[in-house]
């Protein structure tokens, strides 16, 4: 009965993940659009379905996931350096993080997805330092399923995505750049050596391999849909526009069915149908998150939260009188962190930087570039 739950005891968006989570274990089943993917409210129903439906079983999993992160940050650390002192202030510096700590203590999906994204670094680690054929291809299968666990919990990890393929990219095409540039040499340095272990351990069919990866994780990423593609949902919606003033998001519904086949007395999955269905609701999510104009007292602008100028305001409540008592959950990172990690951020840009000038216009042109497109992206 989560319809029956006081309304006070929801933070921020809340009031739609946890409710998310409990149609999904509603029988029969109840429809409902969601403009994300559905695996981290899949991962929110154990403790639902347990204890019921109220503020403690709703932010289980969450406390669960933001926990593992701190494990997860230790080892991604041990394997960047392998310094149990210098991991171990890593995860510490994690735990004392403030927007960890309150993502890790809502009912809300991303400390979950950042979980998945933790866990596919470390694995992708894993892979980059590979010396057998064995560790390279373990690894990489294994990296796969993370990632597509990962894109079943919300879609940001296409970013790390991107940055693990650009590195692969450029470590399979490391031979035939320094034979046009020689002074990539002195850049590669005694890397270059690792880099020559890693191509011997990828072999000749290397590149199939990793389309192969991506298959798999298409197909991982399609499975986390099962329990949504059970349902009848007449409510997914098209938006085309956003009307601030009035409506807000204009658009119309679609009705997907469940993606199954009847043979006579039998019921058959339809796979065709299924990867269609995710393709729409795909789409939908994206158009709704493109739409999407209306503002609300909670919201920041993203160059906001790095320097901590307006962080995102996850609960207010002033008091009523004759009380004058303020509660507020502010999500927001430790500034002993976050400030001193942009001056940490900018010694490595400048380690970056050091070697031939063409090097140095090459990171620059790439981070002014990245920095534009995620200025078009995001404004």
Request: proline letters at 7%.
């Amino acid at each position: 009965h989560f319809s029956e739950v006081n309304r006070c005891g929801y933070v921020f968006d809340e009031i739609y993940f946890p409710v998310d989570a409990a149609k999904d274990l509603a029988q029969p089943a109840v429809s409902y659009f969601d403009p994300e993917p559905p695996l981290a409210k899949i991962l929110m129903t154990p403790p639902i379905a347990w204890w019921g439906f109220d503020t403690w079983t709703w932010r289980a999993s969450t406390v669960f996931f933001g926990s593992l992160l701190v494990g997860v940050v230790y080892l991604i650390a041990r394997r960047l350096r392998r310094d149990r002192f210098f991991a171990l202030a890593a995860g510490l510096l994690m735990s004392f993080d403030g927007l960890a700590f309150v993502e890790a203590r809502t009912g809300v999906i991303d400390i979950i997805a950042i979980f998945f994204v933790a866990l596919f670094y470390y694995v992708f680690l894993l892979h980059w330092q590979a010396r057998t054929r064995r560790q390279w291809r373990r690894t990489l299968y294994v990296a796969a399923l993370v990632g597509g666990l990962a894109f079943g919990a919300k879609l940001t990890m296409l970013a790390p995505l991107v940055v693990a393929g650009a590195l692969i990219v450029f470590r399979l095409l490391l031979p035939a750049l320094m034979r046009a540039a020689p002074w990539l040499r002195r850049i590669a340095g005694p890397r270059g050596a690792e880099s020559v272990l890693w191509r011997g351990a990828a072999g000749r069919l290397g590149p199939l391999h990793y389309v192969a990866a991506l298959v798999l994780m298409g197909c991982v990423f399609t499975a986390t849909y099962s329990r949504y593609l059970t349902i009848t949902h007449p409510d997914v919606y098209f938006f085309t526009s956003c009307d601030p003033s009035g409506s807000g998001l204009v658009g119309k519904p679609i009705t997907l069915t469940p993606p199954v086949i009847h043979a006579g007395s039998l019921t058959l999955p339809n796979p065709g149908q299924a990867i269609y269905n995710v393709y729409e609701i795909n789409k939908a999510s994206l158009q709704y998150h493109s739409k999407e104009c209306h503002s609300h007292p909670y919201s920041s602008r993203w160059y906001t939260w790095p320097i901590m100028e307006h962080p995102v305001l996850f609960y207010y409540d002033a008091g009523t009188p004759p009380s004058s008592a303020v509660s507020s959950i502010t999500d927001m990172g430790n500034p002993a962190v976050w400030w001193l990690g942009i001056l940490a951020l900018l010694f490595c840009v400048w380690q970056m930087t050091r070697g031939p000038n063409l090097w140095r216009v090459g990171v620059a042109v790439l981070g002014l570039g990245s920095f534009a497109v995620m200025l078009l992206t995001f404004s």
